[in-house]
């Protein structure tokens, strides 16, 4: 075992252990290069976990070995790591949650050997809304992200068809998730219900790709929206997280012309981004999430929805045909958040000194 490594960072001292030790076998990637990863990365992820509860994945031994999650704050934590304290009904006691608020804490959390993050949807000032609505599109083999992508141009007409927008990032396993930032006043019993019920309706005109029953013996080389993710109790993997599989993927943003490039040349390697591919993507691309954090929208009623799906069934019309004549919601993107793209291209330097 080797001597652990004093740094600073930010003015706090941390003691980083076992850089050397190989926590992806198949890739040789060390510790070392997961704690510099985030360290690179930190600028545009750090706002995406600020304030929200967060749940680490931790696998000490690999990504080939046994992992666990952790909710509670270790109690050996430096007294500068902040958490935010949440009831748990199921558990009947109140859970620390880790605040990765800051470039220190997220290097102390990586020196755990936490591959991946699963922050809340929602902030933990108020826990009770969810600052967002997730689409989680997961395929059944031998459907892969291709597939994944088809359905994801489908979720994004319908969002289109309210006027709203939404951004796709890869899961950084099989998958695709779709983002729909709300940032105004909602209930997770709304934003469920408004999920499954559009997973349904995707199901229901697409029966022969999409799937909303959770069984897995109904997903065979389908995609299964999962619509329960929009829940208080769980948590989906954080834009920018590695995540641990034979390789070290990340769960990218992408833009919406990445996924229709994937799906028109079928070619699920256009959606795979390792670390240098993500921050050489932020050098140049700047923060394709960024407007999630604080883009303002309201949910639509689930009766509109219900609307919707009641028209397509009188005149033969879906909600995502009619969007087809809407323009996309990228273009909707307004000058401020454009010109904020044009500045972001400079998030993350190209050069920094590894720890």
């Known amino acids: ?205 697409h029966p022969e790709l999409v799937v909303s029953d959770m069984k897995k013996a109904v997903r065979t080389n389908k995609v299964f929206v999962d619509w329960s993710q929009n829940d208080q109790h769980k948590t989906t993997i954080s834009v920018y997280s590695l995540r641990a599989r034979e390789h070290p993927t990340v769960s990218t943003p992408v833009t919406w012309e990445e996924v229709e490039q994937a799906l028109k040349k079928k070619d699920a390697g256009r959606l795979v981004f390792e670390p240098k591919d993500v921050l050489a993507r932020v050098e140049k691309m700047g923060d394709l999430f960024e407007p999630v954090q604080k883009l303002k929208q309201k949910l639509p009623q689930l009766a509109g929805l219900a609307a919707g799906s009641e028209k397509e069934e009188d005149e033969g019309i879906s909600i995502a045909a009619q969007a087809e004549a809407r323009p996309s919601a990228e273009k909707k993107t307004s000058t401020k958040t454009k010109k904020a793209t044009k500045t972001r291209g400079k998030s993350v330097p190209a050069k920094r000194r590894k720890l």
């Not at 985030?38 to 696998?59: D, S």
């Not at 990504?63 to 558990?91: I, L």
């Open 1 to 205: 075992m080797s001597a652990p490594t004093i740094v600073e960072v930010q003015g706090r001292k941390l003691s980083l252990t076992n850089l050397d030790k190989v926590l992806y076998p198949a890739a040789g990637f060390t510790k070392g290069q997961v704690v510099d990863y985030y360290v690179r990365i930190a600028p545009v992820l750090v706002p995406h976990l600020a304030g929200r509860p967060l749940t680490m994945k931790r696998y000490p031994g690999g990504v080939d070995q046994e992992y666990f999650f952790e909710k509670n704050a270790p109690m050996h934590r430096p007294d500068w790591v902040k958490t935010a304290p949440v009831w748990s009904e199921s558990n009947k006691r109140t859970i620390n949650f880790l605040l990765a608020n800051d470039l220190p804490t997220l290097v102390w959390i990586a020196n755990l050997a936490s591959i991946e993050l699963h922050p809340s949807l929602s902030l933990a000032t108020d826990i009770a809304t969810p600052t967002m609505i997730v689409f989680d599109l997961d395929p059944g083999p031998p459907a892969n992200i291709v597939q994944c992508a088809q359905v994801g141009l489908w979720v994004r007409k319908v969002f289109d068809h309210f006027e709203l927008q939404s951004f796709p990032k890869t899961s950084g396993s099989k998958g695709l998730q779709i983002y729909v930032p709300l940032n105004t006043k909602t209930t997770y019993e709304q934003t469920k219900s408004f999920a499954h019920a559009l997973a349904r309706l995707l199901e229901h005109e």
